[in-house]
T-cell receptor, first 118, second 114 residues
């Protein structure tokens, strides 16, 4: 069965620290996409990144980086030199390519609440 | 310009009432979705429409009825509201159907049933 697990419910760091948010997924499909979304205190959901199952290259975007490892079914997210504005709930999500997901359903993890203190 | 908009942002109502939430996207996307976020922040899909056709109906009670008058709009009507319906409802859209498209979310509608 498909599942996304974000074991860290809450993380608290001090500004400028690096922090890694873990995401582990389960799927029987060989073709799938993984996503990260940010939900700041204002409540909206902001798309951060999309990664397909055949592309294991790490991605870096400014202070954000993502490490995708199929061998461990993980898609971890690292924020370097964290800032107060990074405080938010971060969600990892999975979308499978199987015939039962013609609608593009996203399966979300439970979310990790990151608090960055000044 | 707001890409995906929802109205209202807040909705407080009593048990047994019927209410609607409207969603509009100006991104030219073909596919739209409704998700429910519960009090523990867990997000779960409810419905997906592609070009006004229902694609996903994820075991949601019959009291919830989505309607898509055109591909830019997806409304959610809820009959006989119950306390357990209290949640934040998010509308989203994507360029196409299928697993590879990122979804863009609206600001959410916080529904409180008293």
């Amino acid at each position: 069965a498909q599942k996304v697990t974000q074991a860290q419910t809450e993380i608290s760091v001090v500004e400028k620290e690096d922090v890694t948010l873990d995401c582990v997924y389960e799927t029987r499909d060989t073709t799938y996409y993984l996503f990260w979304y940010k939900q700041p205190p204002s409540g909206e959901l902001v798309f951060l990144i999309r990664r397909n199952s055949f592309d294991e290259q790490n991605e870096i975007s400014g202070r954000y980086s993502w490490n995708f490892q199929k061998s461990t079914s993980s898609f971890n997210f690292t924020i370097t030199a964290s800032q107060v504005v990074d405080s938010a709930v971060y969600f990892c999500a999975l979308s499978e390519a199987g015939i039962y997901n013609q609608g593009g359903k996203l399966i979300f993890g439970q979310g990790t609440e990151l608090s960055v203190k000044p | 310009d707001t890409a995906v908009s929802q109205t209202p942002k807040y909705l407080v109502t009593q048990m047994g009432n019927d209410k609607s939430i409207k969603c509009e996207q100006n991104l030219g996307h073909d596919t739209m979705y409704w998700y429910k976020q519960d009090s523990k922040k867990f997000l779960k899909i409810m419905f997906s429409y592609n070009n006004k056709e229902l694609i996903i109906n994820e075991t949601v009670p019959n009291r919830f009825s989505p309607k898509s008058p055109d591909k830019a709009h997806l409304n959610l009507h809820i009959n006989s509201l119950e306390l357990g319906d209290s949640a934040v409802y998010f509308c989203a859209s994507s360029q196409g159907r299928g697993h590879s498209y990122e979804q863009y979310f609206g600001p959410g509608t916080r529904l409180t049933v008293t």
